[in-house]
Protein backbone atom coordinates (compact mmCIF):
# COMPACT_ATOMS: atom_id res chain seq x y z
CA UNK A 1 0.00 0.00 0.00
CA UNK A 2 3.23 2.08 0.71
CA UNK A 3 4.66 2.02 -2.59
CA UNK A 4 0.83 2.21 -4.58
CA UNK A 5 0.73 5.56 -2.82
CA UNK A 6 3.99 6.72 -3.43
CA UNK A 7 3.53 5.84 -7.03
CA UNK A 8 0.09 7.66 -6.92
CA UNK A 9 1.81 10.88 -5.32
CA UNK A 10 3.90 10.63 -8.21
CA UNK A 11 2.12 9.84 -11.44
CA UNK A 12 -0.77 11.94 -10.03
CA UNK A 13 1.07 15.96 -10.63
CA UNK A 14 2.76 14.16 -13.77
CA UNK A 15 -0.49 13.22 -15.51
CA UNK A 16 -2.25 16.47 -14.34
CA UNK A 17 0.57 18.38 -16.22
CA UNK A 18 0.37 15.84 -18.97
CA UNK A 19 -3.26 16.47 -19.33
CA UNK A 20 -2.48 20.55 -19.10
CA UNK A 21 -0.25 20.61 -21.66
CA UNK A 22 -2.55 18.08 -23.78
CA UNK A 23 -5.24 20.94 -23.64
CA UNK A 24 -2.50 23.69 -24.39
CA UNK A 25 -1.40 22.45 -27.51
CA UNK A 26 -5.07 21.28 -28.38
CA UNK A 27 -5.96 25.19 -28.14
CA UNK A 28 -2.79 26.56 -29.68
CA UNK A 29 -3.27 23.70 -32.37
CA UNK A 30 -6.77 24.99 -32.86
CA UNK A 31 -6.25 28.20 -32.46
CA UNK A 32 -7.29 30.70 -35.36
CA UNK A 33 -5.42 33.07 -37.79
CA UNK A 34 -5.65 36.44 -35.32
CA UNK A 35 -3.77 38.21 -37.76
CA UNK A 36 -2.50 39.05 -41.18
CA UNK A 37 0.73 41.64 -41.22
CA UNK A 38 1.55 42.89 -44.82
CA UNK A 39 4.71 44.48 -45.41
CA UNK A 40 6.14 46.18 -48.72
CA UNK A 41 5.23 48.98 -50.66
CA UNK A 42 2.92 47.97 -53.61
CA UNK A 43 1.63 50.29 -56.65
CA UNK A 44 0.14 48.39 -58.51
CA UNK A 45 -0.66 45.04 -56.97
CA UNK A 46 -5.21 44.78 -56.76
CA UNK A 47 -5.17 44.39 -53.18
CA UNK A 48 -8.60 43.64 -53.11
CA UNK A 49 -8.02 40.27 -55.45
CA UNK A 50 -5.22 39.63 -53.15
CA UNK A 51 -7.69 39.23 -50.22
CA UNK A 52 -9.76 37.51 -51.83
CA UNK A 53 -7.24 35.01 -52.98
CA UNK A 54 -5.99 34.62 -49.22
CA UNK A 55 -9.50 34.08 -47.61
CA UNK A 56 -9.28 30.39 -48.46
CA UNK A 57 -6.25 30.05 -47.46
CA UNK A 58 -6.68 31.70 -43.64
CA UNK A 59 -9.81 29.84 -42.95
CA UNK A 60 -7.81 27.42 -40.93
CA UNK A 61 -6.22 26.83 -37.59
CA UNK A 62 -2.95 29.12 -37.13
CA UNK A 63 -0.62 26.44 -37.26
CA UNK A 64 -2.31 25.03 -39.98
CA UNK A 65 -2.07 27.44 -42.75
CA UNK A 66 -0.52 26.46 -45.96
CA UNK A 67 2.47 28.69 -46.07
CA UNK A 68 3.25 27.25 -49.83
CA UNK A 69 -0.22 27.23 -51.28
CA UNK A 70 -0.95 30.64 -49.95
CA UNK A 71 2.57 32.10 -51.26
CA UNK A 72 1.68 30.06 -54.87
CA UNK A 73 -1.70 31.91 -54.86
CA UNK A 74 -0.57 35.30 -53.81
CA UNK A 75 2.09 35.19 -56.65
CA UNK A 76 -0.35 34.58 -59.46
CA UNK A 77 -1.11 38.32 -59.10
CA UNK A 78 1.19 39.75 -62.43
CA UNK A 79 2.72 42.31 -60.57
CA UNK A 80 4.24 40.54 -57.67
CA UNK A 81 7.46 39.15 -58.38
CA UNK A 82 7.23 37.53 -55.18
CA UNK A 83 5.65 36.91 -52.15
CA UNK A 84 7.85 35.77 -49.06
CA UNK A 85 5.14 33.98 -45.94
CA UNK A 86 5.93 33.09 -42.32
CA UNK A 87 4.47 32.49 -39.29
CA UNK A 88 4.70 34.61 -36.17
CA UNK A 89 3.70 33.66 -32.77
CA UNK A 90 1.19 33.52 -31.56
CA UNK A 91 -1.20 34.07 -34.09
CA UNK A 92 0.05 36.29 -36.69
CA UNK A 93 0.57 35.77 -40.67
CA UNK A 94 3.21 38.13 -42.37
CA UNK A 95 2.89 39.14 -45.76
CA UNK A 96 6.27 40.34 -47.29
CA UNK A 97 5.24 41.47 -51.12
CA UNK A 98 7.79 42.46 -53.34
CA UNK A 99 6.28 44.09 -56.26
CA UNK A 100 8.23 44.40 -59.58
CA UNK A 101 8.96 46.90 -61.38
CA UNK A 102 9.01 47.88 -64.89
CA UNK A 103 11.85 48.41 -66.99
CA UNK A 104 10.11 47.95 -71.01
CA UNK A 105 7.60 47.38 -72.88
CA UNK A 106 6.96 43.85 -74.41
CA UNK A 107 5.74 43.84 -77.74
CA UNK A 108 1.86 45.79 -78.00
CA UNK A 109 0.82 45.41 -74.39
CA UNK A 110 3.07 43.27 -72.13
CA UNK A 111 5.58 44.43 -70.16
CA UNK A 112 9.45 43.36 -68.78
CA UNK A 113 10.61 43.79 -65.32
CA UNK A 114 13.94 44.83 -64.16
CA UNK A 115 15.15 40.87 -63.50
CA UNK A 116 14.09 40.44 -67.53
CA UNK A 117 11.52 38.40 -66.77
CA UNK A 118 8.07 39.70 -69.30
CA UNK A 119 4.70 39.96 -67.62
CA UNK A 120 0.62 40.84 -68.61
CA UNK A 121 0.22 43.75 -66.38
CA UNK A 122 -3.73 43.18 -66.37
CA UNK A 123 -4.65 46.70 -67.83
CA UNK A 124 -3.20 49.25 -70.19
CA UNK A 125 0.11 50.54 -68.71
CA UNK A 126 0.70 54.47 -70.21
CA UNK A 127 3.82 55.07 -68.69
CA UNK A 128 6.40 55.46 -71.28
CA UNK A 129 9.52 53.83 -70.16
CA UNK A 130 11.61 54.63 -72.84
CA UNK A 131 12.42 50.92 -73.73
CA UNK A 132 10.51 48.54 -76.20
CA UNK A 133 10.84 45.27 -76.89
CA UNK A 134 9.23 43.11 -79.79
CA UNK A 135 10.08 39.24 -79.64
CA UNK A 136 8.39 35.92 -79.07
CA UNK A 137 8.01 34.70 -75.55
CA UNK A 138 11.22 31.93 -76.17
CA UNK A 139 13.23 34.65 -77.65
CA UNK A 140 12.66 37.21 -74.69
CA UNK A 141 15.59 36.42 -72.58
CA UNK A 142 17.81 36.78 -75.86
CA UNK A 143 16.77 39.87 -76.60
CA UNK A 144 17.31 41.33 -73.17
CA UNK A 145 20.69 40.25 -73.07
CA UNK A 146 21.22 41.20 -76.48
CA UNK A 147 19.73 45.34 -75.29
CA UNK A 148 21.54 45.18 -72.46
CA UNK A 149 25.16 44.45 -74.10
CA UNK A 150 24.33 46.97 -76.90
CA UNK A 151 23.05 49.80 -74.83
CA UNK A 152 26.71 49.66 -73.00
CA UNK A 153 28.31 49.87 -76.26
CA UNK A 154 26.20 52.76 -77.74
CA UNK A 155 26.24 54.56 -74.70
CA UNK A 156 29.77 55.37 -75.45
CA UNK A 157 28.98 56.87 -78.62
CA UNK A 158 26.04 58.79 -77.09
CA UNK A 159 23.22 56.82 -79.00
CA UNK A 160 20.54 55.61 -76.95
CA UNK A 161 18.48 52.21 -77.84
CA UNK A 162 14.97 52.86 -77.46
CA UNK A 163 13.38 49.67 -79.49
CA UNK A 164 14.96 46.66 -80.17
CA UNK A 165 12.80 43.79 -82.84
CA UNK A 166 13.75 40.46 -82.66
CA UNK A 167 11.67 39.25 -86.60
CA UNK A 168 10.40 35.77 -86.86
CA UNK A 169 13.38 34.67 -89.06
CA UNK A 170 15.91 36.13 -86.40
CA UNK A 171 17.08 39.26 -87.95
CA UNK A 172 17.21 42.40 -85.37
CA UNK A 173 16.41 45.86 -86.17
CA UNK A 174 17.02 48.86 -83.78
CA UNK A 175 15.56 52.30 -83.01
CA UNK A 176 17.73 54.60 -82.02
CA UNK A 177 17.41 58.07 -80.07
CA UNK A 178 13.67 56.98 -81.21
CA UNK A 179 13.74 58.07 -84.78
CA UNK A 180 16.92 56.25 -86.65
CA UNK A 181 15.84 52.58 -87.47
CA UNK A 182 18.73 50.43 -88.27
CA UNK A 183 18.50 47.64 -89.87
CA UNK A 184 21.02 44.55 -88.30
CA UNK A 185 20.00 41.30 -89.98
CA UNK A 186 20.90 37.84 -87.78
CA UNK A 187 24.43 37.14 -89.24
CA UNK A 188 27.85 38.78 -88.27
CA UNK A 189 25.99 40.96 -85.68
CA UNK A 190 29.11 41.87 -83.88
CA UNK A 191 31.13 43.42 -87.02
CA UNK A 192 28.08 45.02 -88.37
CA UNK A 193 27.22 46.82 -84.70
CA UNK A 194 30.80 47.89 -85.03
CA UNK A 195 30.89 49.12 -88.67
CA UNK A 196 27.56 51.14 -87.93
CA UNK A 197 29.62 52.72 -84.75
CA UNK A 198 32.74 53.32 -86.49
CA UNK A 199 30.54 54.91 -89.65
CA UNK A 200 28.64 56.44 -86.60
CA UNK A 201 32.01 58.17 -85.35
CA UNK A 202 33.46 59.07 -88.54
CA UNK A 203 30.30 60.78 -90.63
CA UNK A 204 26.78 59.80 -89.23
CA UNK A 205 26.93 61.56 -86.39
CA UNK A 206 27.09 64.94 -88.00
CA UNK A 207 23.90 64.09 -90.02
CA UNK A 208 22.38 62.79 -87.21
CA UNK A 209 19.35 65.00 -87.35
CA UNK A 210 18.30 64.10 -91.63
CA UNK A 211 19.03 59.74 -90.90
CA UNK A 212 16.20 58.17 -91.74
CA UNK A 213 17.47 54.73 -91.43
CA UNK A 214 20.58 52.50 -91.98
CA UNK A 215 21.04 49.23 -93.81
CA UNK A 216 24.15 46.87 -92.23
CA UNK A 217 22.73 43.77 -94.34
CA UNK A 218 26.18 43.88 -96.38
CA UNK A 219 29.21 42.30 -96.73
CA UNK A 220 31.66 45.16 -96.35
CA UNK A 221 29.25 48.23 -96.13
CA UNK A 222 25.85 50.07 -95.37
CA UNK A 223 23.21 52.03 -96.98
CA UNK A 224 21.39 55.48 -95.90
CA UNK A 225 17.82 56.46 -96.19
CA UNK A 226 17.25 60.06 -95.57
CA UNK A 227 14.39 61.85 -93.83
CA UNK A 228 12.62 62.96 -96.82
CA UNK A 229 12.70 66.73 -95.44
CA UNK A 230 16.62 66.54 -96.23
CA UNK A 231 16.42 65.05 -99.87
CA UNK A 232 14.01 67.89 -100.52
CA UNK A 233 16.70 70.22 -99.09
CA UNK A 234 19.13 68.34 -101.60
CA UNK A 235 17.06 68.85 -104.07
CA UNK A 236 16.63 72.73 -103.74
Known amino acids: MARLAFWVKVLAPLGLLLLLVGLW?????????????????????????LQSRSLPWLDDAFWRVDLKGLKASLEQDPWLREVLVRRVWPDQIRLELIERVPWAHWNESHLIDEQGKGF????????????????KKDTLAEAVKFWQDLDVLLQKSDLKLTELRHEQRGAWQLELNASIRVLVG??????????????????????????????????????????????????E
Open 25 to 49: LNWTLARPVGQVAIYGEVQYTDLEK
Open 120 to 135: NPGFVYSKELGRHIYS
Open 186 to 235: RDNITSRINRFLWAWQHWLASEASNLASVDLRYPNGLSVAWQKSSLIHLK
